[in-house]
């Protein structure tokens, strides 16, 4: 449903969305998420997030990882909707959202995302004449995908040598 200014997607729409944004992912990086839940938020989350990653990122772990419970990734419908203004870029954002918090499990932190052209660029941060066109890429491709299989492959070199 539309309202003119925003999108409206009903819950179980967005649910489809969130799981058919997993199922996109590549099967070698599915198989690395173990000990992750992702839930949808309906309500309002915190101002200005679309999703949010809590948990131990795997480039963090340690051979002292053991019995916690699973990092979460949280997506935050009603921020999303807010921003969209048809279920097309919802489905987008969703998808972009699910990548980009999946990348944190990762360890690849925001820097390097906007870097790879999955965050914009802060307004102030760029030259005058740059400031006109800050739009990246609509669907950046998959190499953030590749820096998450390397970062799992440090992680498990350094967990080696602990």
Not at 130 to 159: K, N, T
Request: proline share 7%; aromatic share 4%.
């Amino acid at each position: 449903m539309h309202n003119g200014l925003v999108i409206e997607v009903e819950p179980g729409r967005f649910e489809e969305m969130v799981a058919e944004a997993l199922d996109g992912l590549p099967p070698e990086l599915g198989r690395l998420m173990r000990n992750v839940a992702v839930t949808v938020e309906h309500n309002p989350g915190p101002r200005g997030l679309l999703g949010l990653y809590q948990g131990v990122p795997l480039t963090s772990r340690t051979s002292q990882y053991a019995g916690v419970l699973p990092d979460r990734i949280t997506i935050y419908r009603q921020a999303i909707c807010a921003i969209c203004r048809t279920e097309a870029e919802v489905a987008d954002q969703v998808r972009r959202t699910v990548i980009h918090e999946i990348a944190h499990h990762f360890g690849i932190d925001d820097d390097r995302l906007r870097e790879l052209g999955w965050l914009p660029t802060a307004r102030w941060l760029l030259p005058t004449r740059a400031r006109r066109s800050i739009v990246g890429p609509s669907r950046p491709r998959f190499p953030i995908l590749l820096e998450a299989r390397d970062a799992v492959h440090q992680a498990r070199a350094l967990l080696r040598q602990a």
